[in-house]
């Protein structure tokens, strides 16, 4: 999705988020949260980093998101009951 559009991210998508895909042997974290975060600020959304290592089962990825987000997806989340 890369190139000239507002869209920044791997994945578009209507959740208002820059969406970076990774999969990876290993990974400068840093580095790829700078990238995600500069596309999500071209794109005024929230950035999300998703990374799936070769070591790790088919289906399983790690998902990275800043923490204010990350609050803010909590306070949407129903109560226990």
Known sequence: ??????WKGDIANNLDLTIEVKTVKRINL???WR???RDASIAHNSPVLALHFDHMPKNEWLIV???NDFLEYL???????
């Open 1 to 6: 999705m890369s190139g000239g559009s507002v």
């Open 30 to 32: 840093m580095e790829a």
């Open 35 to 37: 990238q995600v975060n």
């Open 65 to 67: 998101l800043h923490s």
């Open 75 to 81: 306070k949407l989340s129903p109560p226990p009951a």
